[in-house]
């Protein structure tokens, strides 16, 4: 059984900056892409920033220039570092793992409030 398991999330003011954590329970090359989701309340679930196994990385538009994605591999262990956040970045942060095969692989969640 995978887990993945993220940490990092929090209240900071607008401007500032948090990173988040997401630890999976084995190797990470196992997965051929990490990504970080969100969801705000009433909103769908969107893809913020992937990783794939090969290193490229993707961001949507909102987040280029302020968060970046990284990877740990001896820690089989992915970083999102937000910065210069804005309210609008308020969301649980979700860590998927994508497999070669089958279905994803979720954490729990993590909530990040931005306060204007």
């Known amino acids: 059984q995978v887990m993945l398991v993220e940490s990092g999330g929090g209240l900071v003011q607008a401007g500032g900056a948090l990173r988040l954590s997401c630890a999976t329970s084995?190797?990470?090359?196992?997965?051929?892409?990490m990504g970080w989701y969100r969801q705000a309340p009433g909103n769908q679930r969107e893809l913020v920033a992937s990783i794939a196994r090969d290193g490229n990385i993707n961001y949507i538009e909102s987040v280029k220039g302020r968060f970046t994605i990284s990877r740990d591999n001896a820690k089989n262990t992915v970083y999102l570092q937000m910065n210069s956040l804005k309210p609008e970045d308020t969301a649980v942060y979700y860590c998927?793992?994508?497999?070669?095969?089958?279905?994803?692989?979720w954490g729990q969640g993590t909530q990040v409030t931005v306060s204007s």
């Open positions: 998927r793992a994508q497999p070669v095969f089958g279905a994803n692989y």
């Open positions: 084995t190797n990470i090359f196992s997965f051929k892409n």
